[in-house]
């Protein structure tokens, strides 16, 4: 039986060096990300989350988005596929709580999660 692997501390970031309240993974995950755009615009992006926790992540989208917008964001956990799909996803809504505009036209985003579901 393989014992339950422990995430590598370089990876994790604890409150007191962090004024976040629970730890982040930083490493980066693929998603894709549903929501609207400043211009009532419905997209669907993929993505990379920079970094996560049990509350909130950290993207960058090439899309505009205005502060409290709602998000939903599928984040693929693992490589392996079963029938063609990603063997472990993590299913979210969350909010836009902070826009940070970045070079080229891309923004950051941190978001609060509302929900979670793992398939």
Not at 11 to 40: C, H, Q, T
């Amino acid at each position: 039986m393989q014992s339950k692997q422990e995430i590598p501390d370089d990876l994790l970031v604890s409150e007191n060096e962090d004024r976040r309240s629970n730890e982040r993974i930083y490493d980066p995950f693929p998603a894709m990300v549903r929501g609207v755009d400043v211009s009532g615009t419905a997209f669907l992006s993929r993505t990379i989350i920079d970094n996560i926790s049990t509350d909130g992540l950290y993207l960058r989208l090439m899309h505009q988005i205005e502060h409290r917008t709602k998000l939903y964001i599928i984040v693929h956990l693992s490589n392996l596929q079963i029938e063609g799909e990603p063997a472990m996803r993590l299913h979210l809504s969350g909010e836009v709580v902070r826009a940070e505009p970045r070079i080229g036209g891309a923004c950051g985003f941190a978001i609060s999660i509302k929900r979670n579901r793992f398939f």
